[in-house]
């Protein structure tokens, strides 16, 4: 009798002990996900994503990263081309070839993730992915690259200036087609720099102060240019415009819609057909003129 | 039957044993008297394997017991049973468990055969409806009994006593005593005995054996001890305080 | 220089000494495990044990537990707190209570109440001669008195070290949520996100080891013992003592191979 009870606290014990075992283990397991298939995604710079990394889609997990695969093909000396991130994504999630993809930071340990952004209106013409499909990614910026870029630009920014200047004040018709061509090389440098400066402020929130510091070197200049400006454009300065704003500094954004509003008033300039649908859609809004809609696109710094 | 060869035993500096030689044939008593704290216990030690000797041999039937394999050992501690000092009953255990010890662990009896066999040799010894007690609530003479019914539990063919009748009053040793006899008889145990206790000696001894410094100084039936001219055996026998044992010490 | 000899005798042979006891420690264990497969004890001796070893223990282990955990949650939220990050409260408990201190506490538990009590236990039968009655009934002594109880302790300290580390975050749950005010949801999900089976595997692998510890030391320590009173009382402490560095140390080393 005795014994039997003894035998009973024992076995309560380890019964208890091994529920509460299943438990732990049933909760800390990794929660895989049962059918998947397999996508991959292409890039140059992978900024340390890992093996097991989370698949994000619109921010919610949909599959993870099961290999890295550097890619050496058609390079002598098996030089690295491209990475190969190979992905499970759970079944029932539909990704099409428009979405962004992208590498997301989240966490407290800031770790690296893929990240489909899906298109802002679903297209039925843009393909659905199927299983071992490959899917260009958006490279996260490497901030060197960023910065130089950057300078590139207000340099062109200045001769546009400079030319538009010649136009208005000299009426030098001929020299208008100059201007033409620099402005167009300076939106479309603009747009790849927001792009990246986007991407960037994704991955490395607290690096964009570096980033912005190594800016207002150049955006001393550029104020210089654009007080030329300033005294020219007197009698164009209502509109509002592009890509400015997304430039910290909102006087810079001020002048530079400004600026691409005159132009566009003036038929110079007309906006060329956008390489990014989501991007391109966002622009157009701002190109609106509805100054409410603007703040949106700060949307990466709040982040 | 037991062979006892020049066995020597020392405890760090201590020498215990300096060359014990004995000899003791299959259904004999005997009896080893000595002084307090001259190696009799270690002696007996030696027998069942719990203790090795430095140098010499201990045969039984032949074999020597310090060389013997561990399963050896264990079938040749199966024969034994031994009574210790002190008892050495499991204090974690109950009477009767200390008692069916052996039977549980070496023997297939069902739990009415062991209550059988526990109460009937507690009987033996003079102990009844003790069964469930815990050693710490018994006497020093009740353990004592105990620890004799454990030795006998197993019907062993060589029974060590050390001390049987120590710690008991003069009616119950004496049936102790009867009890040794009888069982000797009876079944022919061959019994080891280590004693104080002259009277018990000479009652149940078919031959006594004094061990003094280490070595066993003179053996021989209880009348040859009781007559003999050996000056040491003669004062411890006679229980005198002054003699040659107290004054080779002084 | 008569000194510096001295010296080194007394260093040597400290020495000497403590790898004779290692060295007839793990003859002891390897005894142990091979009487455990040999001969398997009888079914209700290994009860008794667990009763004493698990059941018993419980409410130490998850006292301590519970505790540790607390302290944890309140020690870290201060820290964590300045960082705006007092949400990873959830990361630090469930790590260091999986990893570490689920199976070190359990294991130090385990060495004080039950260590100590194996030490003493066959302490007091060494120096009464019970060993010796064992041994003369033909029962090995390591088959009776210490595989039952190194199979309790292997089977049951990973258990009781399970209780440990859920009763741990639990604490910390309690504390960091019900207390701090965090919010519960970002509390599980941060743990779940940062330990996983690992985690729990690695504890509980070291409370393997731990078990293997206090269960030979104190059984060794108690077989040791001479004398009388004394004795037992000394090899208590020794046993104790002992189990406990032994834990911390090879705690060291396993987390190194572990991870
Ligand atoms: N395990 C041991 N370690 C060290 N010394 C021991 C040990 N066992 C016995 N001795 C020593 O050996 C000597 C003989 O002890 P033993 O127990 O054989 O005496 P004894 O003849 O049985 O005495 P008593 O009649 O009082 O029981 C004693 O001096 C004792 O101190
Ligand atoms: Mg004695």
């Known amino acids: ?303 | 039957m037991i062979e006892i060869i020049d066995v020597h035993k020392n405890f760090g500096e201590l020498e215990v044993l300096k060359g014990v030689n004995l000899s003791v044939k299959r259904g004999e008593t005997i009896v080893i008297i000595g002084r307090s704290g001259c190696g009799k216990s270690v002696l007996l030690k030696h027998l069942i394997g719990i203790l090795t000797p430095d140098s010499g041999k201990l045969l039984f039937n032949g074999v020597n017991i310090s060389q013997m394999k561990e399963n050896e050992l264990v079938e040749h501690r199966k024969k034994f049973g031994m009574l210790f000092q002190a008892a050495a009953l499991f204090d974690s255990l109950s009477v009767k468990e200390n008692v069916a010890f052996g039977l549980r662990e070496h023997m297939d009896l069902s739990e009415e055969e062991i209550d059988r066999i526990t109460s009937k040799k507690l009987s033996l010894v003079g102990l009844y409806a003790v069964e469930g007690k815990k050693p710490a609530e018994l006497s020093g003479g009740m353990r004592k009994r105990v620890g004799l019914a454990r030795a006998f539990a197993m019907d062993p063919a060589i029974i060590l006593y050390d001390e049987p009748t120590t710690g008991l009053d003069p009616i119950t040793s004496d049936v102790i005593n009867e009890l040794i006899v009888k069982i000797k008889k009876e079944l022919h145990v061959t019994s080891f005995a280590v004693t104080h206790d002259m009277k018990s000696a000479y009652k149940i001894a078919d031959r006594i054996a004094m061990l003094y410094d280490g070595k066993i100084i003179e053996s021989g039936t209880p009348e040859e001890i009781q007559n003999t001219s050996n000056p040491i055996v003669r004062q411890f026998i006679a229980g005198n305080s002054k003699g040659p044992i107290t004054e080779k010490n002084l | 220089m008569k000194i510096k000899a001295d010296v080194f005798i007394i260093i040597g042979s400290k020495i000497v000494k403590l790898l004779k006891q290692l060295g007839e420690a793990t003859l002891m264990l390897v005894d142990t495990i091979w009487c455990m497969f040999t001969s398997p004890p009888r079914r209700d001796i290994i009860i008794t044990q667990m009763k004493e070893i698990g059941v018993m223990s419980l409410p130490v282990v998850l006292l301590t537990g519970m505790f540790t955990g607390m302290v944890l949650a309140v020690q870290s939220y201060y820290q964590l707190y300045q960082l705006s990050m007092e949400t990873s409260i959830g990361i630090l408990v469930g790590l260091s209570m999986t990893n570490e201190l689920g199976p070190v506490l359990t294991g130090l538990m385990v060495a004080g109440r039950v260590g100590a009590s194996m030490a003493a236990e066959l302490g007091t039968m060494k120096v009464t001669e019970q060993i010796d009655a064992l041994e003369t009934l033909a029962t090995s002594p390591i088959k009776y008195l210490v595989v039952p109880r190194f199979i309790a302790c292997v089977l049951l300290v990973p258990i009781l070290t399970v209780y440990s580390i859920f009763i741990g975050i639990v604490g910390g749950y309690i504390i960091g949520v019900k207390l701090m005010g965090i919010n519960a949801t970002f509390f599980i999900k941060n743990m779940l996100d940062y330990t996983d089976n690992f985690d729990l595997a690695n504890g509980i692998i070291k409370a393997f080891f731990f078990a293997i510890i206090v269960a030979i030391t104190g059984c060794y320590k108690g077989f040791s013992a001479s004398g009388g009173a004394e004795g037992v009382g000394k090899v208590t402490t020794q046993a104790v003592v002992v189990a406990c560095i032994s834990i911390l140390i090879s705690d060291f080393f396993l987390s190194i191979i572990l991870f």
């Open chain 1, 1 to 303: 009798m005795q014994n039997k009870n003894l035998e009973f606290k024992v076995g309560v014990f380890v019964a208890i002990g091994l529920l509460v075992l299943g438990f732990m283990i049933l909760k800390l397991g990794n929660r895989e996900f049962k059918e998947t298939y397999k996508i991959i995604g292409l890039f140059d710079y992978t900024g340390g994503v890992v093996k097991g990394g989370p698949v994000r889609c619109a921010g919610v997990e949909v599959g993870k990263v099961v290999d890295l695969i550097l890619v050496t093909e058609g390079l002598a000396n098996d030089e690295v081309s491209h990475v190969e991130v190979v992905m499970d994504i759970a079944d029932g999630v539909i990704l099409r070839d428009d979405a962004r993809v992208s590498i997301q930071s989240y966490g407290i340990l800031g770790e690296k993730h893929i990240e489909f952004t899906p298109a802002e209106k679903i297209d039925p013409a843009a393909k659905i992915l199927k299983p071992g499909d490959k899917i260009k990614g958006i490279n996260p910026v490497v901030l060197d690259d960023l910065a130089k870029e950057g300078q590139e630009i207000f340099k062109s920014l200045r001769g546009a200036a400079k030319a538009i200047e010649k136009v208005l004040s000299d009426q030098n018709v001929d020299n208008i087609s100059e201007t033409i061509s620099n402005t167009k090389n300076l939106t479309a440098d603009m747009k790849v720099f927001i792009n990246r400066l986007d991407n960037l402020v994704a991955n490395n929130a607290e690096d964009v102060t570096t980033l912005i510091s190594r800016l207002s070197d150049g955006s001393a200049k550029f104020k210089e240019t654009l007080d030329n400006l300033d005294s020219i454009l007197v009698s164009v300065k209502e509109g509002r415009g592009t890509a400015g704003k997304l430039v910290v500094d909102p006087e810079l954004y001020n002048e530079l819609t400004a600026l691409i509003k005159d132009l566009r008033k003036y038929g110079i300039f007309y906006k060329g057909k956008g390489q990014n649908t989501s991007r391109s859609k966002h622009i157009k809004g701002y190109d609106s003129g509805d100054e409410d809609k603007d703040m949106g696109i700060n949307r990466g710094f709040i982040r």
